[in-house]
C-alpha cells in the first residue's frame, strides 16, 4: 500500500447500525424446511439453526443441524456467515453443507423497513455444473421469527423457487 493513499484502518473494523441488525437473529430457532428438486410437491424437513455473534459482533455466525431423516441428506448440517462489510456497504454472506462440496456466496442489502434482506449469489448448478444465479430473501418478522427463500434464475430474470425455511425461537 503506497504511502500516500488515505486508509483508515479503526474505521474499516468498526461496527455499525448495520451489525445491530444481526441481533433478532441470535439464539436457537427451530426449522421447518420445504425444498423443491423439481416439478411437484417439497420435499420436507425439520432441523434447528444456532447463530452467535462472531468476532466483536462484526459476523453472524450460523450453525445448521437437520433432523435425522429418510430422505437424500439424512444427516443434513451446515454452516454460513452473515456480515456487513463498511467499505462496499452491503450484506455479505457464504454457505456450506454436507449436501455439496462448493460455497454458496451471496450479497444484497436490506429494505428501508430494516425487515427484509435480499440477496444474490451464485453457485454450482448440480445438473450442468457451470455457474448459476441465485436470490436469496430473508423477512425479520420479530426476535422470535423470520423466513428465507432462495430460488435460482432459470432464465434471464426467471425465478425458480427451490427452498423455504420458516424459523421461530426454540
Known sequence: MANDTA???????????AHERFKPF?????AKVSMWMGPGDPMLSTGSMTNTLDLGGRFLHQ????DATDGPFPDF???GYWGYNTLTNRYEGFWI?????????????????????????????PSSGKPMR????????DDNSHEMEMSFETAPDTWSKCMHIAYTRA
Not at 7 to 17: K, Q, V, Y
Not at 134 to 141: F, G
Open 77 to 79: 448440517a451446515g454452516r
Open 134 to 141: 441465485k436470490r436469496s430473501i430473508i423477512t425479520l418478522h
Open 26 to 30: 441470535v439464539g436457537t430457532f427451530n
Open 97 to 125: 453443507d454436507t449436501a455439496c462440496t462448493f460455497m454458496q456466496t451471496d450479497e444484497g442489502q436490506v429494505d428501508d423497513t430494516g425487515k427484509v434482506w435480499t440477496s444474490f449469489g451464485s453457485m454450482t448448478d
Open 63 to 66: 450453525v445448521y443441524k437437520g
Open 7 to 17: 486508509f483508515d484502518c479503526a474505521a474499516m473494523g468498526a461496527t455499525t447500525e
